[in-house]
């Protein structure tokens, strides 16, 4: 059995800065990560490029059961003071429209910042080692401590504090350990959903649409047609169903209502510049040139859409509104037109599934924040015990939001546990 005056579990993102935070008040650190080195996940962030936060920064660009709880301690901790605190360790910020990288545009290099500082504070770091339990273990003088037991040895931790993530990217380490260990310490977690992640549609249609992209926008509509989530920006068609970044900012309100068993939909507008009306007159003014040039027969209904939509999309609106792309436009009458118009504005189809953790950028759900003193991410539950990062129950949106989600709890945590007033016990 090893005595720890301070134990981390997971060396993620949350986790290195905590321990970073701690070391620098003095802390003695211990930390103790399943993979074969740090930051796993961290290294395949933006692309491999790192948004590491955004400066747009507002309460709707976090979610979870309290959003409120979640933007108090992003404001303690907010962009600015991260890209400060990056700074320092040697990380110059680029911006691309509000979204904030590494001006070298490489996550190793933020990475290995951060593993330099760990180094310097002498932060003790066991990699390849899994926790499997941790328990309350009381303490001589009262004091409330864990027993830390992973798959190589046994510790003695004065403080614990869990950085285990959620169970998205299950491959890069986080596969919903912390959540156990949550529970064996008597908290209660929010079911764990996938979030950030594409959407499987009903339907046999989409292998027909598979590989094109298009500037549009999505809605998320409930059985009764109102909207739950929206977004605009890139879609990506695939064959099993639909993805690209506004896909993912509603799919965490889509796996939600799938895990109540409601009925949801999606609906794509592929032309969000251009009003319906306009759509239809646009399809008309094409028809009318094609019989003015006495070129119908050879002017087919695909033809009609080229120029406006990418191709495989436009032969599935024409599916779609029952027409055959091969149709002459001569086949094409008023009602007809409209049905495609009506298509290319909401093509509404039911949501079937989200892809699951294996794809997911991030988890939802996972510790409530109301066991959480938000200023020191400090239990309410046990004294001592700590959580940062993505464990707790707070997803944020695409754009650097969830990393920025990661410093600002792991940072708050780490200056907690420094600052509590500890005399170092050896003994422990
Ligand atoms: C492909 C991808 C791209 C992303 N891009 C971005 C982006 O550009 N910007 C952004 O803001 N967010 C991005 N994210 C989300 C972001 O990476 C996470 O929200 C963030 O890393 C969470 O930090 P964390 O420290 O809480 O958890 P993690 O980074 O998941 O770290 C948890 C650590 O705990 C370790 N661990 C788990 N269980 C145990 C155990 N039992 N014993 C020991 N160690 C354990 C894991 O191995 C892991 O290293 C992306 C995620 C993915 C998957």
Not at 109 to 138: D, F, G, N, P
Request: charged share 25%.
């Amino acid at each position: 059995m090893r005595s720890a005056e301070v134990l981390v579990v997971g060396g993620g993102a949350a986790g290195m800065v905590a321990a970073i935070e701690a070391a620098r008040a003095g802390k003695r650190v211990l930390v103790l990560e399943k993979k074969k080195s740090l930051g796993k996940k961290l290294l395949v962030t933006g692309n491999g490029r790192c948004n590491y936060t955004n400066r747009i920064q507002k309460n709707a660009c976090y979610r979870g059961e309290d959003p409120d709880a979640a933007f108090q301690a992003i404001e303690e901790i907010s962009h600015s003071t991260t890209v400060e605190w990056f700074l320092e360790i040697g990380i110059l910020p680029a911006e691309r429209p509000g979204y904030i990288y590494p001006a070298s545009f490489q996550a190793s290099s933020v990475l290995h910042a951060l593993e330099r500082e760990l180094k310097l504070l002498k932060v003790e770091i066991h990699t390849e080692e899994i926790v499997q339990s941790v328990s309350e273990r009381q303490h001589g003088n009262d004091e409330q401590g864990f027993l830390v037991e992973s798959d190589r040895d046994s510790y003695l931790a004065k403080k614990l504090l869990i950085c285990t993530g959620g169970k998205a990217a299950p491959v890069h380490g986080s596969s919903g350990d912390g959540f156990l260990f949550a529970k064996a310490l008597g908290h209660s977690v929010v079911p764990p959903l996938p979030a950030l992640t594409s959407l499987f549609l009903e339907g046999n249609f989409m292998k027909g649409w598979a590989g094109n992209r298009l500037q549009g926008s999505v809605r998320l509509l409930d059985a009764k047609g109102m909207c739950i989530a929206q977004d605009r920006g890139e879609i990506q068609l695939v064959d099993y169903g639909i993805s690209g970044i506004p896909v993912f900012q509603i799919s965490r309100f889509a796996a939600k209502a799938l895990s109540e068993k409601k009925t949801v939909f999606l609906e794509l507008d592929s032309m969000p510049e251009i009003p319906a009306d306009d759509v239809f007159t646009e399809l008309s003014r094409r028809k009318e040139r094609a019989e003015r040039m006495k070129s119908e027969e050879n002017y087919s209904a695909a033809d009609l859409l080229e120029g406006m939509l990418p191709d495989k999309f436009s032969r599935t609106i024409l599916k779609q509104s029952a027409v055959s792309p091969k149709d002459s436009v001569r086949a094409l009458d008023e009602k007809k037109l409209h049905g495609i118009a009506e298509r290319i504005k909401y093509l509404k189809v039911q949501i079937k599934a989200v892809s699951g953790f294996e794809k997911a950028q991030v988890c939802a759900g996972g510790v409530p924040l109301n066991e959480i003193d938000i200023k020191t991410f400090g239990s309410k539950v046990k004294r001592n015990l700590f959580f940062a990062g993505e464990v707790l129950d707070v997803d944020g949106c695409c754009g650097g939001y969830n990393l920025q989600w990661a410093w600002t709890s792991g940072i708050l945590a780490g200056r907690a546990i420094g600052s509590r007033e500890e005399s170092r016990d050896d003994t422990y």
